[in-house]
Nanobody, 114 residues
């Protein structure tokens, strides 16, 4: 089983930056595709960014140019650097791992507000 623990969420002002981290348990982290999803109150969960086991990345249009996903296999950690944050980025951000099964973290709250 894979356990995922997100951290780094918080309250930031519009235009600010935040870096989310997701640390995974297990010995085969390098095989997993990793992703960040978010869910705002009353809205459906949506993909923000993902990174494959070969470091190929993809982003939602809303995140492209502002967010950067990366991974450190030695630390078994995936990151989401978020810049130029907007109020519409406010959501609970969830870490996701996928290989043979899909795993989710507990989420970390990101609030972008003045």
């Amino acid at each position: 089983q894979v356990q995922l623990v997100e951290s780094g969420g918080g309250l930031v002002q519009p235009g600010g930056s935040l870096r989310l981290s997701c640390e995974a348990s297990g010995s085969i982290f390098s095989l997993y595709a990793m992703g960040w999803y978010r869910q705002a109150p009353g809205k459906e969960r949506e993909l923000v960014a993902r990174i494959s086991n070969s470091d190929s990345t993809s982003y939602a249009d809303s995140a492209k140019g502002r967010f950067t996903i990366s991974r450190d296999n030695a630390k078994r950690t995936v990151y989401l650097q978020m810049n130029s944050l907007k109020p519409e980025d406010t959501a609970v951000y969830y870490c996701n791992a996928a290989w043979r099964s899909v795993y989710w973290g507990q989420g970390t709250q990101v609030t972008v507000s003045s």
